[in-house]
C-alpha cells in the first residue's frame, strides 16, 4: 500500500458528460501527477501539481483541467467525454525536486487508479 | 519527443531462471530511472530505482544503468510465477523533471 487514494474505482460515462476523478497523496508528499493508461500502453502524463499550481502538462486538450487543494489533495476534470477517454487514470504523489535534494524524491507513488469507460 | 523504448513481449522465462528487462531513452540529460511492475488491471508498483552507473540490487532484482549507451535494465533471478506481470521503465527528464514512460515489456514466467 502506498498511501495515495483515489475514487471512485470505476466509472461509466456516455459521450458529451462531464467526469470528476479524485486523488489524496501520501502523508507528506506535496506534488501530485495524474496520467492516463490505455490498455496495453504505458501511462501517458497529464499534468502536476505542486503547492496547489500546475506544475508541467502533457499533450492533453484543455478539457482536461485539475486542482490541487491545501491539504495536497486533488482533482482531474474531465469535460465533453470522448470514447478514446475511456481509461485507467492514475495519480501518483511524490516530493517535489527541490536544489541539493535526493535524487530518490523523483520516486512516484501510486493509487489504485479509476477505470473510466465512456460509452 | 523525448522517448523511453522498451521491447513489448511477451517475454517468456522458465521458472527458476534469470529475467533480463532492457529499456532504452533519448534524453542524455536524464538521471533518475524507474522499474515499476503491473499487474493486469492494476496501479504500477516501484520495484528499484537508479541514478548511478552500474548495478544496484535488491532481493532477486538488480538494475543496471549504463548512462553512455542510454540505456537501463532489470534482471530478476529465480524468477518466480508471482513475477508475471508487465514492467513499465520510466525516466526523469532533464528539462522538467517529469517522467517518461515506456509501454511496459510483457513478462511471463512458466511454471
Known amino acids: 500500500e502506498t498511501g495515495v487514494t483515489q475514487s471512485p474505482t470505476h466509472l461509466i460515462k456516455t459521450r458529451g458528460q462531464q467526469v470528476t476523478l479524485r486523488c489524496s497523496s501520501q502523508s507528506g508528499h506535496n506534488t501530485v501527477s495524474w496520467y492516463q493508461q490505455a490498455l496495453g500502453q504505458g501511462p501517458q502524463f497529464i499534468f502536476q501539481?505542486?503547492?496547489?499550481?500546475?506544475?508541467g502538462r502533457g499533450n492533453f486538450p484543455p478539457r482536461f483541467s485539475g486542482l490541487q487543494f491545501p491539504n495536497y489533495s486533488s482533482e482531474l476534470n474531465v469535460n465533453a467525454l470522448e470514447l478514446d477517454d475511456s481509461a485507467l487514470y492514475l495519480c501518483?504523489?511524490?516530493?517535489?525536486?527541490?536544489?541539493?535534494?535526493?535524487?530518490?524524491?523523483?520516486?512516484?507513488?501510486f493509487g489504485p487508479g479509476t477505470r473510466l469507460t465512456v460509452l | 519527443q523525448k522517448e523511453v523504448e522498451q521491447n513489448s513481449g511477451p517475454l517468456s522465462v522458465p521458472e527458476g531462471a534469470i529475467a533480463s528487462l532492457n529499456c532504452t531513452y533519448s534524453?542524455?540529460?536524464?538521471?533518475?530511472f524507474f522499474w515499476y511492475r503491473q499487474y493486469s488491471g492494476k496501479s504500477p508498483e516501484l520495484i528499484m530505482f537508479i541514478y548511478s552507473n552500474g548495478d544496484k540490487e535488491d532481493g532477486r532484482f538488480t538494475a543496471q544503468l549504463n548512462k553512455a549507451s542510454q540505456y537501463v535494465s532489470l534482471l530478476i533471478r529465480d524468477s518466480q510465477p508471482s513475477d508475471s506481470a508487465t514492467y513499465l521503465c520510466a525516466a526523469v527528464m532533464d528539462s522538467n523533471y517529469q517522467l517518461i514512460w515506456g509501454a511496459g515489456t510483457k513478462l511471463i514466467i512458466k511454471p
Open positions: 501539481y505542486y503547492r496547489e499550481e500546475e506544475n
Open positions: 501518483a504523489s511524490s516530493l517535489p525536486r527541490l536544489a541539493g535534494a535526493d535524487l530518490s524524491t523523483d520516486t512516484q507513488y
Open positions: 534524453d542524455r540529460g536524464s538521471q533518475s
